[in-house]
């Protein structure tokens, strides 16, 4: 098992940034896929951005440009750079991380944009 732990979550005014974290427990060189989820309140779940273990990076398309994700397999952590952040950013975000077989998840760090 691999447990993910995120952070860096928070309170930031419309056009600020953050830098969201993901720690894992284990190595995650093994872990085919990762990355970010968010989910606002009274919506279903969605991908943000992933990157696999050969650096392949992809995105959603409310989320190009602004956000870049990077993965340092070294210090098993996982990164979400947020930029030019909007209110409709606002929401739980989740790391995720999918090998063959496994499906792990963390508990999510809120992120909430207003002024």
């Known amino acids: 098992q691999v447990q993910l732990v995120e952070s860096g979550g928070g309170l930031v005014q419309p056009g600020g940034s953050l830098r969201l974290s993901c720690a894992a427990s284990?190595?995650?060189?093994?872990?085919?896929?990762m990355a970010w989820y968010r989910q606002a309140p009274g919506k279903q779940r969605e991908l943000v951005a992933s990157?696999?273990?050969?650096?392949?990076?992809n995105y959603a398309d409310f989320v190009k440009g602004r956000f870049t994700i990077s993965r340092d397999n070294a210090k098993n952590t996982v990164y979400l750079q947020m930029n030019s952040l909007e209110p409709e950013d606002t929401a739980v975000y989740y790391c995720?991380?999918?090998?063959?077989?496994?499906?792990?998840w963390g508990q999510g760090t809120q992120v909430t944009v207003s002024s």
């Open positions: 995720n991380g999918v090998r063959v077989g496994y499906n792990y």
């Open positions: 284990r190595s995650i060189f093994n872990i085919y896929i």
């Open positions: 990157v696999t273990n050969d650096g392949r990076r």
